[in-house]
């Protein structure tokens, strides 16, 4: 499973473009990139997921560049809200055929929006 | 309604004490999981299922035992072995053709007293 990697922390304003960005450098040929949002006290919630190019949906868009090692999650016009830990995810779509699919999430990225 | 039912939210338990949650789901889904989660941390996988009666340790297994008679069930069950058992704890579902797009229950706090 490829390994991700994204910012600790990011602080922004209200009705500001946030732009999260995750490095997945060993993503492999047929992975998938998924973001997922995290309040205090819930799991995780799916936002978005694309596999290149771009992929826009209600609430967000995801940018893939053509070599597919990192993307960029962006949250337009963000709110007190949208202030939650963001988690990037990487695997395959496939179905495994006798084996797992582990779903590893790494640390996120705590996003505090102020007023 | 359909989707991922954890119980209970709150539990506390007495040192030497095993306690079992509980995770249920409607969505026909295959593969399960348990993640841990500490305070001001990320996800870290327990345990996960992906078919009936078969599951795998995932990266922090140890103190925890799990079972999987049903296909819509998937309990936990923390033994007095794991030293340090005070977190949130999350149980999610996968349709196996889904890739990575999981569903997670609402979490169990558990505290040991």
């Known amino acids: 499973l490829a390994k991700t990697t994204q910012p600790i922390s990011m602080d922004s304003y209200e009705g500001q473009e946030v732009n999260i960005t995750c490095s997945h450098n060993?993503?492999?040929?047929?992975?998938?990139i998924t973001w997922y949002q995290q309040f205090p006290s819930q799991g995780p919630r799916f936002i978005i997921q694309g596999y290149k190019t771009k992929v826009t949906n209600e609430v967000a868009s995801l940018f893939i560049p053509a070599d597919r090692k990192s993307s960029t999650l962006s949250l337009p016009r963000v709110s007190l809200s949208d202030t939650a830990v963001y988690y990037c995810?990487?695997?395959?779509?496939?179905?495994?055929?006798?084996?797992?699919?582990?779903?590893?999430f790494g640390a996120g990225t705590r996003l505090a929006v102020h007023p | 309604d359909g989707g991922i039912t954890q119980s209970p939210k709150y539990l506390f338990r007495k040192e030497g004490q095993n306690v079992t949650l509980s995770c249920e789901q409607n969505?026909?889904?295959?593969?399960m999981y348990w993640y841990r989660q500490d305070p001001g941390q990320g996800l870290r996988l327990i345990y996960y299922s992906q078919i009936v009666n078969d599951f795998q340790k995932g990266d922090i297994a140890e103190g925890y035992s799990v079972s999987r008679e049903k296909k819509e069930s998937f309990p936990l069950t923390v033994t007095s072995a794991q030293k340090n058992p005070t977190a949130f704890y999350l149980c999610a579902s996968r349709a196996l053709e889904s890739g990575n797009t999981i569903y997670f229950g609402e979490g169990s706090w558990l505290t040991v007293v």
């Open positions: 995810l990487v695997g395959d779509k496939a179905l495994f055929s006798g084996g797992y699919n582990k779903l590893i």
């Open positions: 969505l026909n889904h295959d593969a």
């Open positions: 060993n993503i492999a040929t047929n992975d998938y």
